[in-house]
């Protein structure tokens, strides 16, 4: 069970490796599409101490950057055990 809830989008760590699949172009059509039907898909994070980091949903991420929001809604997620 997932639970979801919404924080601010400055407590959401993108890992490095996360960042450099960054499409500007997907961000802008993503944006575009949230002022049209609002965010379908949830951003996945999982809590890290204050933070929270991101497992799913970058570029919906930007999106909402790029739309000037500052909260975001998203979905907890444990974190797999190795």
Avoid at 50 to 60: A, D, I, N, S, Y
Avoid at 62 to 78: D, F, R
């Amino acid at each position: 069970m997932m639970k979801k809830q919404i924080v601010a989008i400055q407590d959401v760590y993108v890992p490095v490796q996360r960042r450099q699949t960054l499409d500007r172009q997907k961000v802008e059509a993503l944006a575009e599409s949230m002022l049209a039907k609002g965010q379908e898909a949830p951003i996945l994070v999982r809590p890290d101490g204050k933070r929270f980091v991101l497992v799913e949903g970058l570029h919906r991420l930007e999106a909402c950057k790029a739309l000037g929001e500052t909260t975001v809604p998203v979905y907890l997620v444990q974190a797999r055990k190795h």
